[in-house]
């Protein structure tokens, strides 16, 4: 079983919302705007430079949003990692973690070859040094190691130490780069001629506007901000306010600055004579994209004679290094998370007593960041960064949606994004659109980011799965029992809380699994206190198997029966979550009849069940060991009438058993449902002859009294009552309750809510 001794450790909480913001802005502003303008622009045209980055960054804000809901809700260190194992469990969590920690360590290396780029290029330009290719591309490496390990030092000193730097480092390479912003659109608004740079506005010889998306993706890596951001949910004031608004606040900044930037490029470089490549005198955007990764240094230093090379370092200096120290700072986190989880060795998760820095985890992420630095290229870098990055914003929008559908009510928020689900959905779109488009740029980086993924796998089969510890979002198997392998297709569970919820289920579950020749699954969900370690969860099995073993003393003779007992903090999440693994088919529930939670129409189990359930369910309400004789039947159409009716001619009695199927018209108004031919179009499928079947109408405005009415007559002494249930969302029904809440709350006689599944929402509730 799953280790539950936690490891000690604690990391500290110093960094303000200024600081976070400015870790955000420095991740951003780094490589993406100096190796990535004169690429862009070379590829897409002036115009698509600006679009580059004008869309990254309406993409970015999609996925900030999921990520700053997500991060005031769980705000610890682990960022994405923290948000796949409350969404997902254990497995698909380790592989987020996994490619968290190489994304911020692949960045961090694209941002150590920038600084050397630039710094090898101005050195020699002064005629300090001269150096052929082949030496200039060992020296680019040797100071890219060497700029790295002095800021793996700075975050070994501390978090405190690490985001002031990092804030002053961020502010003055902010405040250089709109410098160079302001000094483009002076030169744009005197020199009106310049504004022709930007003819043709996109690059057809490339493939026009679809270009544009070859560029958003190698520029991805530089919207990135807000996950370095959420790795800092231990070590920021007030957390759950901060981050989100660090988040957005950086987003917004970054995409301004960026916008910017292009257009002052676009406009730095005057058309003439001049401008040769090859002989031949070409545009500004050709010119300045045919330098590439320099092209940025290029233009400025076009832009600004005799000082643009100085201004232009001092950027990078400043804009690299700070994203640097980011990019470590979030990857040491990634690192430090799966250790304290023991996802990897508990050393990853040693904590310097002194420092309070995760002092393991940052030299494992040191060896990756100058590995990576003094191996490829940059553009491989920079494609690898973009691709693991994608990848991870993908997975976080996913979870965002599922935790908000799964969880909304386990959650404290401290913000909710709005328009939801429409932001992730938009973004994880945008997403596998930019993944897919750097596969001709970028197929080394895919090779390796598939290397990486695949020795993810080998590590959690080998090691992460048997070491794990039990998290507080996790569903736990404490006890399971297979069942025979012959038996039909049809699956159906049945949850049982104790003896008495069990054996009331006895005679239901027998009439429906002999009617569909069925399995029979038997679930319980330890409750266990939550002020209880999770491995203590065994210690409260016992209702359950008491539960459980006397149900199978009458089912098991007559059906393939299989049990399992676990556990979840959430009754409901973990009913959900066995169907879904189980592939369940029908499921059948209890329901005591009364309330015990605000905010919910018959229960804080029943009601996300009801919503969430990928199946069929039926929720029984007093029904006892009875046979029926005599039912009543409310039907208005649809699948939930359907299937009310395919149960009731189920467990009504065989020899003398009859149902009334009633429906409600208001006064004085025709009926509009035929509840004649609705029984009659699906009288074949009924195991039941149709004479059996009486039909009746009310006229009254008050549906749901007129049932209950009907329900409680003296003379229609009817013994169970059978209902369609409501699927609709929990946030809607908290408006109003549903005619079917109000009758099962408020019927005193034996009664079944039946729930269908419909084809899209089930396949919905079973993926999400």
Same mark, same amino acid.
């Given at each position: #079983?799953?280790?539950?001794?936690?490891?000690?450790?604690?990391?500290?909480?110093?960094?303000?919302?200024?600081?976070?913001?400015?870790?955000?802005?420095?991740?951003?502003?780094?490589?993406?705007?100096?190796?990535?303008?004169?690429?862009?622009?070379?590829?897409?045209?002036? @115009?698509?430079?600006?679009?580059?980055?004008?869309?990254?960054?309406?993409?970015?804000?999609?996925?900030?949003?999921?990520?700053?809901?997500?991060?005031s809700?769980?705000?610890?260190? /682990?960022?994405?990692?923290?948000?796949?194992?409350?969404?997902? @469990? %254990?497995?698909?969590?380790?592989?987020?973690?996994?490619?968290?920690?190489?994304?911020?360590?692949?960045?961090?290396?694209?941002?150590a070859?920038?600084?050397?780029?630039?710094?090898?290029?101005?050195?020699?330009?002064?005629?300090?040094?001269?150096?052929?290719?082949?030496?200039?591309?060992?020296?680019?490496?040797?100071?890219a190691?060497?700029?790295?390990?002095?800021?793996?030092?700075i975050?070994?000193?501390?978090?405190?130490?690490?985001?002031?730097? @990092?804030?002053?480092?961020? +502010?003055?390479?902010?405040?250089?780069?709109?410098?160079?912003?302001?000094?483009?659109?002076?030169?744009?608004?005197?020199?009106?001629?310049?504004?022709?740079?930007?003819?043709?506005?996109?690059?057809?010889?490339?493939? /026009?506007?679809?270009?544009?998306?070859?560029?958003? @993706?190698?520029?991805?890596?530089?919207?990135?901000?807000?996950?370095?951001?959420?790795?800092?949910?231990?070590e920021?004031?007030?957390?759950?306010?901060?981050?989100?608004?660090?988040?957005?606040? =950086?987003?917004?900044?970054?995409?301004?600055?960026?916008?910017?930037?292009?257009?002052?490029?676009?406009?730095?470089?005057?058309?003439?004579?001049?401008?040769?490549?090859?002989?031949?005198?070409?545009?500004?955007?050709?010119?300045?994209?045919?330098?590439?990764?320099?092209?940025?240094?290029?233009?400025?230093?076009?832009?600004?004679?005799?000082?643009?090379?100085?201004?232009?370092?001092?950027?990078?200096?400043?804009?690299?290094?700070?994203?640097?120290?980011?990019?470590?700072?979030?990857? $040491?986190?990634?690192?430090?998370?799966?250790?304290?989880?023991?996802?990897?060795?508990?050393?990853?998760?040693?904590?310097?007593?002194?420092?309070?820095?995760?002092?393991?985890?940052?030299?494992?992420? =040191?060896l990756?960041?100058?590995? !990576?630095?003094?191996?490829?290229?940059?553009?491989?870098?920079?494609a690898?960064?973009?691709? #693991?990055?994608?990848? +991870?914003?993908? !997975?976080?929008?996913?979870?965002?949606?599922?935790?908000?559908?799964? #969880?909304?009510?386990?959650?404290?928020?401290?913000?909710? #994004?709005p328009?939801?689900?429409?932001?992730?959905?938009?973004?994880?779109?945008? %997403?596998?659109?930019?993944?897919?488009?750097?596969?001709?740029?970028?197929?080394?980086?895919?090779?390796?980011?598939?290397?990486?993924?695949? $020795?993810?796998?080998?590590?959690?089969?080998?090691?992460?799965?048997?070491?794990?510890?039990?998290?507080?979002?996790?569903?736990?198997v404490?006890?399971?029992e297979?069942?025979?392998?012959?038996?039909?297709?049809?699956?159906?569970?049945?949850?049982?809380?104790?003896?008495?919820?069990?054996?009331?289920?006895?005679? $239901? $579950?027998? =009439?429906?699994?002999?009617?569909?020749?069925?399995?029979?699954?038997?679930?319980?969900?330890?409750?266990?206190?939550?002020?209880?370690?999770l491995?203590?969860?065994?210690?409260?099995?016992?209702?359950?198997?008491?539960?459980?073993?006397?149900?199978?003393?009458?089912?098991?003779?007559?059906?393939?029966?299989?049990?399992?007992?676990?556990?979840?903090?959430?009754?409901?999440?973990g009913?959900?979550?066995?169907?879904?693994?189980?592939?369940?088919?029908?499921?059948?529930?209890?329901?005591?009849?009364?309330?015990? =939670?605000?905010?919910?129409?018959? /229960?804080?189990?029943?009601?996300?069940?009801?919503?969430?359930?990928?199946?069929?369910?039926?929720?029984?309400?007093?029904?006892?060991?009875?046979?029926?004789?005599?039912?009543?039947?409310?039907?208005?159409?649809?699948?939930?009438?359907?299937?009310?009716?395919?149960?009731?001619?189920?467990?009504?009695?065989?020899?003398?058993?009859?149902?009334?199927?009633?429906?409600?018209?208001?006064?004085?108004?025709? +009926?509009?449902?035929?509840?004649?031919?609705?029984?009659?179009?699906?009288?074949?499928?009924?195991?039941?002859?149709?004479?059996?079947?009486?039909?009746?109408?009310?006229?009254?405005?008050?549906?749901?009294?007129?049932?209950?009415?009907?329900?409680?007559?003296?003379?229609?002494?009817?013994?169970?009552?059978?209902?369609?249930?409501?699927?609709?969302?929990?946030?809607?029904?908290?408006?109003? %309750?549903?005619v079917?809440?109000?009758?099962?709350?408020?019927c005193?006689?034996?009664?079944?809510?039946?729930?269908?599944?419909?084809?899209?929402?089930?396949?919905?509730?079973?993926w999400?």
């Amino acid at each position: #079983m799953a280790r539950d001794d936690r490891i000690s450790s604690e990391l500290s909480r110093d960094l303000s919302l200024f600081q976070i913001t400015m870790m955000g802005v420095g991740m951003m502003i780094g490589a993406g705007v100096f190796l990535g303008t004169g690429k862009s622009i070379g590829i897409a045209g002036p @115009g698509g430079l600006i679009l580059t980055f004008a869309l990254n960054g309406l993409v970015a804000i999609f996925t900030a949003m999921s990520y700053a809901e997500l991060s005031s809700a769980i705000p610890r260190a /682990g960022g994405a990692y923290n948000f796949a194992r409350v969404a997902f @469990g %254990q497995g698909p969590s380790f592989m987020v973690g996994w490619m968290e920690w190489f994304a911020s360590s692949v960045a961090g290396s694209l941002y150590a070859v920038c600084f050397a780029t630039y710094m090898v290029r101005f050195v020699t330009g002064l005629g300090l040094i001269s150096l052929g290719p082949t030496m200039s591309s060992v020296t680019v490496r040797v100071v890219a190691a060497a700029i790295a390990i002095v800021f793996i030092y700075i975050n070994y000193r501390g978090a405190s130490e690490m985001g002031r730097i @990092g804030a002053v480092i961020t +502010l003055g390479q902010t405040l250089l780069l709109l410098m160079i912003g302001a000094i483009g659109v002076a030169v744009a608004v005197y020199d009106p001629e310049r504004l022709k740079n930007f003819h043709p506005f996109i690059n057809h010889e490339t493939g /026009g506007w679809t270009s544009i998306l070859v560029t958003m @993706g190698f520029t991805a890596v530089a919207f990135e901000g807000y996950e370095v951001i959420a790795q800092a949910g231990d070590e920021a004031i007030d957390p759950r306010r901060n981050i989100p608004k660090a988040m957005i606040y =950086s987003v917004f900044a970054v995409t301004v600055t960026y916008v910017i930037i292009a257009f002052a490029t676009v406009v730095a470089v005057k058309a003439g004579p001049d401008l040769l490549i090859d002989g031949e005198i070409v545009a500004p955007w050709k010119w300045i994209g045919h330098y590439g990764g320099e092209g940025f240094g290029a233009a400025i230093e076009k832009l600004l004679p005799g000082w643009g090379a100085i201004i232009v370092t001092l950027a990078v200096v400043f804009a690299s290094t700070s994203a640097l120290n980011a990019t470590v700072y979030s990857a $040491t986190r990634s690192s430090y998370a799966l250790g304290r989880e023991a996802m990897l060795p508990p050393i990853f998760a040693r904590v310097s007593s002194k420092r309070k820095t995760p002092y393991v985890a940052l030299l494992f992420t =040191s060896l990756i960041v100058i590995f !990576v630095a003094t191996s490829l290229n940059s553009d491989q870098v920079a494609a690898g960064a973009s691709i #693991m990055f994608l990848m +991870l914003f993908l !997975v976080v929008n996913i979870c965002a949606i599922r935790i908000r559908r799964n #969880m909304g009510d386990e959650l404290h928020y401290g913000f909710i #994004m709005p328009l939801f689900p429409l932001l992730p959905v938009a973004a994880i779109v945008c %997403q596998c659109i930019l993944a897919l488009s750097l596969y001709e740029l970028g197929r080394t980086a895919w090779i390796i980011a598939a290397l990486w993924i695949c $020795t993810g796998l080998l590590v959690y089969r080998l090691y992460s799965r048997h070491h794990a510890i039990v998290g507080e979002g996790d569903v736990l198997v404490l006890e399971e029992e297979p069942a025979a392998e012959d038996g039909g297709e049809y699956r159906i569970m049945v949850a049982v809380a104790n003896l008495d919820n069990a054996l009331s289920f006895v005679r $239901t $579950t027998y =009439s429906i699994s002999g009617a569909m020749k069925a399995r029979v699954e038997l679930l319980h969900m330890v409750p266990v206190p939550s002020h209880v370690p999770l491995s203590q969860a065994y210690r409260y099995m016992q209702d359950g198997r008491e539960a459980i073993g006397e149900t199978m003393l009458y089912l098991a003779p007559l059906f393939p029966i299989s049990s399992t007992i676990r556990y979840c903090r959430n009754v409901a999440r973990g009913i959900v979550s066995a169907v879904r693994q189980k592939r369940t088919d029908l499921l059948i529930m209890g329901w005591h009849g009364r309330k015990t =939670s605000r905010g919910f129409d018959l /229960g804080s189990t029943v009601d996300p069940v009801t919503e969430l359930a990928p199946c069929d369910l039926l929720i029984l309400k007093n029904c006892g060991d009875h046979k029926y004789k005599n039912i009543l039947l409310p039907l208005v159409g649809g699948p939930n009438s359907e299937l009310a009716l395919k149960t009731a001619a189920i467990l009504a009695n065989r020899n003398d058993g009859t149902i009334t199927a009633f429906t409600v018209a208001g006064d004085g108004e025709d +009926l509009s449902f035929d509840i004649n031919a609705f029984i009659a179009s699906r009288v074949d499928a009924l195991d039941l002859p149709l004479a059996r079947i009486v039909t009746k109408v009310a006229h009254d405005h008050r549906t749901a009294h007129a049932i209950l009415q009907e329900a409680e007559s003296d003379s229609s002494n009817y013994d169970l009552v059978i209902i369609g249930s409501s699927r609709e969302p929990l946030l809607r029904r908290v408006r109003r %309750q549903s005619v079917p809440d109000v009758v099962a709350e408020l019927c005193a006689k034996p009664l079944i809510m039946a729930s269908a599944s419909s084809g899209l929402h089930s396949w919905i509730n079973r993926w999400l």
